[in-house]
Structure formats: structure tokens, C-alpha cells
């Protein structure tokens, strides 16, 4: 800390300093104490997450991504201080799940209630969201969107609310669509819940014109059962009547198809997702 020469109450403030977990931290900034206000600014070096893995509940061989911190601190900062930090996350990797970026906006006057912001890229895929965050808790609520423009284009609204360690995650959407290549389906009613404990449970109603269409998902992400159920559809130039489907974790399942009036075809299958097989096995007509 050093006297500023234009005033006799104001210091500027500069250095560097070793962080645990997380590197090279560089302040700088100013502060007139005869005024009570100043400016200070933090910024990090890059670090891995893996090394907040003893601060976070995080498993080091499941997780990683490079990290940069940036903040500024304004105002009375011995009484009052405005807050402003910001989080630049790359390369992130969730087990299978490999998000390109992301980006945290944290600002307030209240650590325990600061407004959020939270936005990303994964893929061809985008999405952005706002709420609230409590820093010392490490919990809130973000509300937003997604733009999904892989082998789908959908963009649905999510929340996500809870901590690290106990969430739950919600993707939603009314009277939208989802696109495949050129097939469109148009979604009436669409949900899908996910938690901490790995719980999945969803549904998705279709309904346009006679045609009705109705998926229910539902157990964990390692043990689900996938159902489905409709009536006078058109699917890949033919008109089913009814069509009855279900879908277990292993890709074990079975369908009953009626096309037309009387030609019913029941089937037991097997999916392999690997050699993008599916076997029919048991026929019946």
C-alpha cells in the first residue's frame, strides 16, 4: 500500500498474493479513507478445478475444467461494500458430460444474497440464466433457457435450485417443438426433473389435430423405464392407430403397433445403441 501524491487520505493498494487451491491472486485498487470509498480489484491466475476439490464437494477423478477469477469490490468497503465477481469456467468435464464454457456473474452488497447469472456453450448448444446465490452457503435458484441445436433443435426454459451437494434440475416447455432433420413435433406439454440423488422423472404430451402422444420417463439415471402410448400418428409416411412402447435401462423392450383397422404387430426388441442395431424378436401380426 502506497500514499496517493494527489490526496493525503488516499492510498493506493497493489500486490500479489499465494492462494491455496488456487494460485497467483493480483490486487490493486485504491481506497480514500477520508472519503470511505475505494475500488479494488482481484484477479487470478488460471488454476484446475480439481484443486477445490477439498473446498467443494467435487471427486477429482470425475471432474475438471481450467478456472479464472476476476472481482472488484466498491464503495465503503469496511462497511458497505458492493461486491462484483465473475467466474470463467473452460473445458469443463462432468464424467461424460463436457461443457465448452461457462460463465458465473455474481454481484450485491449481500454474500448470502447475491443476484446470478449463469450462461455456457456445449457443443452447437447455448444457454443463459438469472437468479440468486448465497456465497457462503454455496446454494440458490437460476432460472433460464436453453438453446438446444445438436441432433435436436429445442429450446426449452429450466430451474435449478439447491446446493453442490443437494439440487434438483428442471427442463420445461409449453406449446413449443423439437426438431429432428425434417421431422417436427409439437409439444404441448413437456417436463423433465433430475436431482442430486440421480432421480429422473419426466413426461411429454403431444396433441394436434387427433393426434395424441403421451412419454412418461421415470427411476434413476443408472435404472429407468421409458413408456409410451398414442393414437393416429403419422410416423415415416404411415398412419398408426395406436402404438404402445416401452423401453427399460438395458434397451430391453417391447411395442404394439396397429395400423389401420385390423393389422396389429407386436414385437419384443433389443436396442444396441453402439452398433445402432435394434433387434426384433417375437413377432406377431
Known sequence: MSKDSSSNSKYNIRGKFLVDNIGTLHVYGNYDFEGSFGEISLISSSFDLRNLSPLLPLEKNNISATIFLRGKITG??????????SI???DLSINTLKIDRLTINLKGIDLKNLDASVSGKYSNSTFWSKGRF??????GELKGRINWNDFVKFN??????????????????KNSSLRYNNFCLNLSDLSLKIDSESRIEGYLFHLDKGCYLYAGLNGTLDKWKLVVWGENLNIL???????????????VGDMKIK????KVIKSEFILSLDNKV?????ISY
Open 76 to 85: 465503503n468497503i469496511f462497511s458497505k461494500p458492493f461486491y462484483n465477481f
Open 88 to 90: 470463467h469456467i473452460r
Open 134 to 139: 448465497d456465497l457462503f452457503n454455496l446454494k
Open 156 to 173: 426449452p426454459y429450466f430451474v435449478w435450485q439447491g446446493s453442490f451437494s443437494s439440487w434438483s434440475f428442471e427442463i420445461f416447455s
Open 237 to 251: 409416411d404411415s398412419k398408426l392407430q395406436e402404438i404402445e412402447f416401452s423401453l427399460s435401462s438395458d434397451f
Open 259 to 262: 395400423i389401420g383397422d385390423q
Open 278 to 282: 435394434l433387434t426384433l424378436k417375437d
